[in-house]
DNA sequence: CTTGCTGCAAACAGTTTGCAGAACT
DNA sequence: AGTTCTGCAAACTGTTTGCAGCAAG
């Protein structure tokens, strides 16, 4: 898991034709040992403590890359900090229903997922699934 | 609809023993003839551009009274500027259900409300309605 | 040796705050 | 008159950028 995000990284570095550096292993290390929705600033500090030399920009700009190859996602609260949380493979799909004619079209939306495991942790829940269906008219059945 | 929610917001300023001034007429009125998320920015140039005295703080500071009487409700998108959008009543909840001991749990979150209609949207649906379910293990049976 | 990467500090953007004067009650 | 509110500018916070030196290829 940890190995295979770590490919992940290289593969995208190789094909962008980015270099292999000290910081962004251990930027990428750490950021894989921790758990959802890190700041930046916790991240920082975290690396900092290993690692004194790091610079603040250095963990900016990793962690964008972290984004661009789907390594990562950002994450935003409301207390003005951008976070980061881990990417997980086997993310599905919603759907809209249309009320008229029946038809299905389908979305994915992450920060809904995001919230639904936040709100399962806040209730001690256990997730294993769920469902969201938003019903309403299509865009075609409206205009009639 | 628009003179409730004034009402609403004098309601509120009477409680709190805030006074009626002239801004926070204006900015309350553009506010509301405003749709969904804008910016603080944007909004701060609409007021301007009907009157031109209004200061860049008062609106940041009456818009958190708009939040603080429940009129409006902040939202964070991409783009690093804090948008303010609309309550609408008649807000409902959505389930948490054990798939052990069928018990349910009933839970809000605005959030979630507020990306169906931005996808639903996105989509050219017109939302009439939702459900979304969230399954797993109660706190109870997970300890089991 | 060439080019990309880093660390630093300065710059930036959005938001908040302190304060003197204006406005509400 | 007393106190709150406003507008301004300065301060703050989180993030980005320019640049000289460092390091990977």
Known sequence: MILEK???FNDF?????????????IILDIFLSTHQHISV?????????SNPGVGHATVYRTLKLFVECGLARE????DGQTRYE????????DHLVCTNCNSIVEFENET??????????RHGFQIKG????????????RRQ
């Open 6 to 8: 770590k490919k992940m």
């Open 75 to 78: 994450v935003l609260f409301y």
């Open 86 to 93: 881990h990417v997980v493979a086997g993310e599905h799909h």
């Open 41 to 49: 600033e916790d991240l920082y500090f975290k690396v900092k403590s």
């Open 13 to 25: 570095a190789a094909a962008k034709g980015l270099r292999s550096t000290r910081q962004r292993d």
């Open 112 to 121: 809904i997922e995001m919230l639904q495991n936040e709100i399962a942790a």
């Open 130 to 141: 769920h469902k969201l269906e938003i019903y309403g008219l299509c865009s075609s059945c």
